[in-house]
Nanobody, 121 residues
Framework: QVQLVESGGGLVQAGGSQRLSCAAS????????IGWFRQVPGKGREFVAT????????YYADSVKGRFTISRDNAKNTVFLQMNSLKPEDTAVYYC??????????????WGQGTQVTVSS
């Protein structure tokens, strides 16, 4: 089993930047791809970005390409999501998850508790 904890969310002005962190427990962190998803009340979870076990492969949603960057430090059991040029429509609860490399939430077995990101205009 894997425990994941997100941090770094908060309130930011449109056009600003935020960096989210996802810290995992245990020594098996490098066995999993890590994905970021976001959710707005009344909507399903939306894919944001994912990174492979070795960090060789990354994928991004069209809505965040060129603005967000996913990275990982396996030695520290941590994945990051750097978010630049933020827009009000980026406002959501952001979740990290561990599982198979995929854009679908169904491929991920372990989820963090989420962190709120609010972008004001």
């Amino acid at each position: 089993q894997v425990q994941l904890v997100e941090s770094g969310g908060g309130l930011v002005q449109a056009g600003g930047s935020q960096r989210l962190s996802c810290a995992a427990s245990g020594r098996t962190f490098s066995s999993y791809a890590i994905g970021w998803f976001r959710q707005v009340p009344g909507k399903g979870r939306e894919f944001v970005a994912t990174i492979s076990r070795s960090a060789v492969d990354t994928y991004y949603a069209d809505s965040v390409k060129g603005r967000f960057t996913i990275s990982r430090d396996n030695a520290k059991n941590t994945v990051f999501l750097q978010m630049n040029s933020l827009k009000p429509e980026d406002t959501a609860v952001y979740y990290c998850a561990a599982g198979g490399l995929s854009t679908s939430w169904a491929a991920y077995h372990y989820w963090g508790q989420g962190t709120q990101v609010t972008v004001s205009s």
